[in-house]
């Protein structure tokens, strides 16, 4: 079977290898001049497993209350005149009920225990390099108040057979010494012991280049234009080089994948996908004292900023800003990020050599992926994957795989058009 897949981010490039792995004839298409160079470029570098509640919780309408009108807010919605953005919004308040958040967490929990062991497999099967780290996620609680909450959320958490593991302000400095300056305000942290982290650019290169050698043919510079149908059915996608050619790619199945952008091609076909994008911004920062870098991912949960070790950098990453495809950065925001590493980390790293950048994330309001089919027989997507689309990348790859090639994916997960505990 031949199958073209739509983007050549996270999402399409393990899709691409795992429908490879399948026995598929893979092309994929992207318009950027390589893979990974869109959300997938500079995210928080966390394979976070023990964080699968989404940001759509019960404690979610009254934190973003408080932080309305606050330009460095970790989660803002700057409202629009633009429809979309007023229907995400109000079935982001929907999904805040009790009973949707926990099912939410369930399936996100399901996909990512599933597709940290994909990932595994994957690096021991290549020895794949991407600035893998193993040492786990330490989430940073300051707030006594705030760290009441932990046992409850690791009963969650076990209870979704993920690991996690409470410790005092003591055993934080003697897991983490690079936090020794935040001891006097450290309440205490929640290690997820299972958790990962990686450089995602690095990883799509990659696994770009294993897909490449595996047969997969790569077209980049390439925009998909508009879908071509006969009978009901995709026949072709119509795409432009940057040279301004025009062209049609044949294939049996198309995969979408294009992150924040899959609701705008889907538009013309009568497919409305309820995908948002929700900018966030990072720093990628020279470490300057090694000694003095933590080995471990943070995520500091009051202010949701991530921090991790990639190689000789540091990357921190965080807020969440709904203000439509706007790319421009916001020096606040930014800033922000910065005062966070200087606090937190201070004469770690060389913030002035810092490197900025902003990405849309791919966000439904529930933040549960959507991986299956469509409407339209052979047209299937892969996207939506959020504040989550590193550590859901190679479970969603192998599943998508699996449902274009007649399998039954692993993972209890609402996918698209299966019947499933789920559906
Ligand atoms: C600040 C920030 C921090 C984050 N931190 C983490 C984290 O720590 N852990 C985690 O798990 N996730 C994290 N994420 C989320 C994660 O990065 C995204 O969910 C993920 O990158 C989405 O991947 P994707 O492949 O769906 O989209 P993308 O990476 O955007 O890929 C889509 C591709 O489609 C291509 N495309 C789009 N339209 C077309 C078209 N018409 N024709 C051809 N090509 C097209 C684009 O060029 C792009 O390459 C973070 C995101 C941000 C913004």
Redesign the pocket.
């Known amino acids: 079977m031949e199958v073209l897949v ?8 393990t899709s691409a290898w795992y429908l490879a792995q399948a026995g598929c004839k893979v092309t994929v ?4 001049p390589g ?14 497993v023990s964080h699968p509640e989404p940001w759509a919780n019960p404690s979610a309408p009254a934190t973003v209350l408080r932080w309305l009108g606050r330009k460095d807010a970790p989660l803002l919605f700057r409202f629009r005149a633009d429809a979309a953005q007023w229907r995400w919004a109000a079935s982001f308040l929907r999904e805040c009920l009790p009973g949707r958040t926990a099912r939410n967490t369930t399936a996100i929990a399901n996909l990512a225990s599933y597709s940290r062991r994909e990932l595994r497999a994957l690096r021991t099967a290549t020895g794949l390099e991407y600035e893998a780290g193993e040492g786990g996620i330490l989430h940073l609680f300051e707030s006594s108040r705030e760290f009441a909450h932990v046992p409850a959320k690791l009963k969650v958490l076990e209870n979704l057979g993920i690991r996690g593991c409470i410790l005092d302000p003591d055993q934080t400095i003697a897991l983490e010494p690079a936090l020794t300056t935040l001891r006097p305000r450290l309440a205490g942290a929640l290690h997820g012991m299972d958790d990962e ?1 990686g450089n ?1 650019h690095l990883f ?1 290169k990659a696994l770009t280049e294993k897909a490449q050698a595996a047969g997969v043919r790569f077209l980049f510079n ?4 508009a879908f071509d149908m006969i009978r009901g059915r995709i026949n072709g996608v119509r ?1 432009l080089d940057s040279d301004h050619r025009a062209g049609v790619l044949r294939a049996d199945a198309f995969v979408v ?6 609701p ?2 889907l538009q013309a076909l009568g497919e409305k996908l309820p995908i948002y994008p ?5 720093i990628t920062v020279p470490i300057v004292d090694m000694e003095r870098a933590p080995q471990l991912s943070l995520t500091d949960e009051a202010r949701r900023v ?1 921090c ?1 070790r990639l190689g000789k950098h540091l990357r921190v ?3 969440a800003e709904l203000n439509g495809y706007n790319l421009s950065p916001d020096p606040a925001r930014s800033a922000a990020i910065v005062a966070w590493l200087e606090d937190h980390l201070p004469g770690v790293a060389d913030v002035a050599q810092a490197e900025h ?7 439904t309001p529930s933040n549960v992926p959507l991986i299956g089919h469509t409407r339209i027989d052979n047209l299937f997507l ?12 190679c479970g969603s790859g192998h599943a998508i795989a699996d449902i274009i090639t007649g399998r039954v994916p692993e993972p209890a997960f609402p996918f698209r058009g299966l019947i499933s505990a789920f559906s």
Not at 222 to 225: I, R, Y
Not at 278 to 282: C, D, H
């Open positions: 739509i983007g050549a981010g996270l999402a399409g490039v298409v992207d318009r950027q893979p990974g160079l869109e959300t997938s470029f500079a995210n928080g570098g966390q394979i976070s982290t995602a799509c390439t925009s998909v234009q795409v994948a294009a992150g924040s952008y899959s705008q091609l929700v900018k966030g911004y990072s991530v991790s990453a965080g807020t950048w902003c990405g849309l994330r791919p966000a892969n996207t939506g994957h959020g504040t989550l689309g590193w550590t859901l990348a």
